[in-house]
């Protein structure tokens, strides 16, 4: 049975954001509002759940300005501050609701989390402190959230000489930070409708795909629909983007809603 899947771009930048400060070239000092990234992240709504994907140094700014106030669960791609450095912006909702909210990252990325915010994890947590419970996840074993259940799958990407992870939720998967995917990943994103995956830059990159090498992913995956999402400066202003890219392929921004 389909279902429909919401979901609003947070962050469409790099871990410098854009622009970058200090940096003068045509996207940073650009007046097209789509030019203004901050760092990638997402909440996808599905079946009543509000699911966030990685809780980056923006958030707090993110959730006021997209009118969120509820965040049923954390999903993290991996342990880089840029991913995962707003962590503490969800207490809100911790006091708000009255609940902790359930995060879901591997075992790796737990136990990175656990030290940076150790504050809120040692056994006598300071008052205040954000709460969190933290369940451990593996690539290419799906878990279920919610009632009635969604489904969703862990995507192992490599990103550099990192393992870090994509979620694929029905026919909608979310991918990020990636610089290569396997044969066994690829093969697990067949029949996907709408792809999220990420373009740095024009130009190779040890850990990120470049503009080309994300086209290559979806030119053979053939989504009906793909967008990109954590991109730098470097890639050029949004209008011009547009003109280099298939009439299926859309170079996402800030504030971006889509329905799956």
Not at 20 to 45: F, Q
Not at 177 to 201: G, K, M
């Amino acid at each position: 049975m389909s279902y429909s899947i919401k979901v609003t771009f947070l962050g469409t930048g790099t871990s410098q954001g854009v622009p970058v400060i200090g940096c003068t070239c045509e996207v940073c000092l650009s007046s097209d509002s789509r030019d203004k990234r901050m760092r990638t992240s997402a909440m996808i709504e599905v079946k009543g759940l509000k699911l966030l994907i990685d809780p980056g140094p923006d958030l707090r700014y993110q959730m006021l300005s997209n009118g969120f106030t509820n965040i049923d669960a954390i999903l993290v791609t991996h342990e880089h501050a840029d991913h995962t450095a707003g962590l503490d912006d969800v207490r809100p909702v911790n006091f708000r609701y009255n609940k902790d909210i359930p995060l879901f990252a591997m075992e790796r990325v737990i136990q990175d989390i656990r030290l940076r915010f150790s504050y809120a994890f040692s056994e006598n947590a300071y008052p205040g402190s954000p709460r969190i419970s933290c369940q451990s996840i593996q690539p290419g074993v799906a878990f279920n959230l919610g009632e009635p259940l969604v489904e969703i799958l862990p995507i192992s990407v490599i990103h550099g000489n990192l393992q870090i992870i994509g979620f694929r939720i029905g026919e909608f998967c979310y991918i990020t930070d990636a610089s290569e995917l396997s044969p066994q990943s690829l093969a697990e994103l067949s029949n996907v409708r709408v792809l999220v995956i990420n373009a740095l830059q024009l130009t190779p990159h040890f850990s990120h795909f470049t503009l080309e090498e994300a086209l290559s992913v979806i030119r053979h995956l053939r989504p009906q629909k793909a967008y990109l999402t954590h991109m730098s400066h470097h890639l050029g202003c949004h209008e011009n983007l547009l003109t280099r890219l298939p009439d299926f392929v859309f170079p996402a921004y800030d504030g971006l809603e889509i329905i799956v």
